[in-house]
T-cell receptor, first 110, second 113 residues
C-alpha cells in the first residue's frame, strides 16, 4: 500500500509566521504535488516536483515556496503566513497512473 | 489557462436511483480523466479513470463515459447507496503529462435512505 503522510492534521499559526508543511512518501515516487482545497474551489495545484531539487509552479504559487532535498520528502513553505492562506493542504504523489493523497493538513492563520 | 468545469455542485438522490456528474475540459491534448471520491474528513481516492482511446469504462455500479469531440466526460453511479455520499472530483491531465491534473470544483452527492 502506498503511504503518504503529512506532518500535522491541524495547525494554527499567526499572521506573519513562517510555516512548514511536510509530506513524506514511502513508494519511491518521483512526482510529488501540493494542493490546497477550499470549499467550492476544488483542488488547486500550488507546486509540484518531478525529481529531487526540481520544482515547478502550479496554478497558485504566490505566497508559497517548496523544498525537495530528498526523494521521499516534499515540503511546502509559507514564508509569511496570511489569513487568506487558511485552508486544507493536501500532498500527493504520482504512481504509474494514480495520484495518491496524504490525509491533509488543515491550516488556520489568525 | 486550462480549465475543467464540473456540474452540478450538489446532487441529492434517493437510495437506489442513479446519479450523473458531468465535466468538460479545455485542453485538446488531455488524454487521461480520473475521478476521485472524497468522503467527509478523508483524503481523495481514485475510483475510476478513463483514457482517450476508449469511450466508456465500467466497474460494477460505476461507469465513466468520454466524448473527445465535445470534450466532456461523465460519471454514472447506478443503484446508489448511502455510502456513495461524498464529494466527487473529476480531473483531466494537461500539457501532455499524465501526472499534471486540473481538478473540477467537486460535486457533493447526498444519497438519502
Amino acid at each position: 500500500d502506498v503511504k503518504v503522510t503529512q506532518s500535522s492534521r491541524y495547525l494554527v499559526k499567526r499572521t506573519g509566521e513562517k510555516v512548514f508543511l511536510e509530506c513524506v512518501q514511502d513508494m519511491d515516487h518521483e512526482n510529488m504535488f501540493w494542493y490546497r482545497q477550499d470549499p467550492g474551489l476544488g483542488l488547486r495545484l500550488i507546486y509540484f516536483s518531478y525529481d529531487v531539487k526540481m520544482k515547478e509552479k502550479g496554478d497558485i504559487p504566490e505566497g508559497y515556496s517548496v523544498s525537495r532535498e530528498k526523494k521521499e520528502r516534499f515540503s511546502l513553505i509559507l514564508e509569511s503566513a496570511s489569513t487568506n492562506q487558511t485552508s486544507m493542504y493536501l500532498c500527493a504523489t504520482l504512481g504509474e497512473v494514480e495520484q495518491y493523497f496524504g490525509p491533509g493538513t488543515r491550516l488556520t492563520v489568525t | 489557462g486550462e480549465n475543467v468545469e464540473q456540474h452540478p455542485s450538489t446532487l441529492s438522490v434517493q437510495e437506489g436511483d442513479s446519479a450523473v456528474i458531468k465535466c468538460t475540459y479545455s485542453d485538446s491534448a488531455s488524454n487521461y480523466f480520473p475521478w476521485y471520491k472524497q468522503e467527509l474528513g478523508k483524503r481523495p481516492q481514485l475510483i475510476i479513470d478513463i483514457r482517450s482511446n476508449v469511450g466508456e469504462k465500467k466497474d460494477q455500479r460505476i461507469a465513466v463515459t468520454l466524448n473527445k469531440t465535445a470534450k466532456h466526460f461523465s460519471l454514472h453511479i447506478t443503484e446508489t447507496q448511502p455510502e456513495d455520499s461524498a464529494v466527487y472530483f473529476c480531473a483531466a491531465n494537461y500539457g501532455g503529462s499524465q501526472g499534471n491534473l486540473i481538478f473540477g470544483k467537486g460535486t457533493k452527492l447526498s444519497v438519502k435512505p
